[in-house]
């Protein structure tokens, strides 16, 4: 009976023993990859925006962005997207640092696969530069082509207003063609975009309750 208690002890150690090697293991390894990782998704990410606004010679944070974001919470709630969120807002700047509109990121959770990520450029008089994919878990070959080229450029010119998606083709100024099979994908990218439209409306748009005449306005004034 002792040699079996024995044998149980030393077998308890041994497994504590490995447990605690590949923890340890496996801390040191996300220690010495972490910082690789994070720089290629920086850089990634840097892409993406450089994409959505492709006159902007660099992007700059927005000093009281963290304020904006939670203060427009309300705002993004009323418009039926309170589960989706903004993450990021940036100035897009030209070649002499001029202000030419900003870029936001916003994440919509109701993808197929999850979170989808996205990020859309506005320009300062209200008007749709680009909008691509961050991030993205869908099916392949079929959700995942919201990263697709004639995907993506549906939205650029558009007014910044509240866009909706269509199966039967788009017709309207605010209206995108859905990905076909992936209705679910295709709502959650509109939810996002959506959301990142409501966040400009709300923080840097002076006619936010008429969003259509304050863009109006400006394209007229061009």
Do not use: H, W
Request: charged share 20%.
């Amino acid at each position: 009976m002792s040699e079996k208690k024995s044998s149980i002890l030393t077998n308890t150690i041994v497994m504590l023993v490995v447990t605690f090697v590949a923890v340890a293991g496996l801390a040191v390894v996300y220690q010495v990859t972490k910082e690789p990782i994070a720089q290629a998704e920086a850089k990634a990410k840097a892409a993406v925006y450089a994409s959505v606004f492709a006159e902007a010679d660099s992007f700059t944070e927005v000093e009281n962005a963290e304020a904006l974001i939670e203060n427009s919470k309300a705002a993004i709630e009323n418009a039926e997207l309170g589960d989706c969120s903004v993450n990021e807002v940036l100035f897009a700047e030209g070649k002499s640092g001029e202000a030419l509109g900003y870029v936001i990121a916003a994440t919509s959770p109701n993808g197929y696969g999850g979170d989808i990520q996205i990020a859309v450029g506005i320009s300062d008089e209200g008007i749709i530069t680009g909008f691509n994919v961050i991030s993205n878990n869908e099916t392949a070959g079929l959700g995942s082509k919201c990263t697709n080229d004639d995907f993506t450029a549906q939205f650029e010119g558009k007014i910044a207003d509240t866009l909706r998606y269509t199966k039967t083709g788009a017709v309207a100024d605010n209206e995108i063609d859905a990905i076909s099979g992936a209705t679910r994908t295709t709502n959650a990218v509109t939810q996002a975009v959506n959301t990142a439209i409501v966040f400009y409306q709300e923080c840097f748009c002076e006619e936010i309750t008429v969003m259509i005449e304050c863009n109006a306005e400006n394209v007229e004034g061009e």
